[in-house]
């Protein structure tokens, strides 16, 4: 299986900004969406932002209006902009492969990542 691997994770303050990538090593980025989900210590794995083929991004409410997804298909990248962060926000990011269909993100059933830590703290 081909991993994806993210990176760009660390320590920021509150209200600040901070950009996380993801590439992915396999040959088909360009033809499926693309999903950036976080876990929170002690809680579940939440889907928080995800992109087309076409670019068109969908978001959770809590991050609606803060975080940004885009991707650059010839570099096989996916990267979300998180701006006004919130202590709430910290959590372990993971990208993901996926569909798009009928306004709604569907992993693909695969390994994730090791994901990349955020934490955000005074």
């Known amino acids: 299986q081909v991993r994806l691997v993210e990176s760009g994770g660390g320590l920021v303050q509150p209200g600040g900004s901070l950009t996380l990538s993801c590439v992915d090593p396999g040959n088909a980025f360009s033809t499926v969406a693309m999903g950036w989900y976080r876990r929170a210590p002690g809680k579940e794995r939440e889907l928080v932002a995800a992109?087309?083929?076409?670019?068109?991004?969908n978001y959770a409410d809590s991050v609606k209006g803060r975080f940004t997804i885009s991707r650059d298909n010839a570099k096989h990248m996916v990267y979300l902009q998180m701006n006004k962060m919130k202590p709430e926000d910290t959590a372990v990011y993971y990208c993901?492969?996926?569909?798009?269909?009928?306004?709604?993100?569907?992993?693909?059933?695969?390994?994730w990542g090791q994901g990349t830590q955020v934490i955000v703290a005074s």
């Open positions: 993901k492969r996926g569909q798009y269909y009928s306004g709604r993100f569907y992993p693909i059933i695969d390994d």
């Open positions: 992109i087309t083929v076409t670019s068109m991004a």
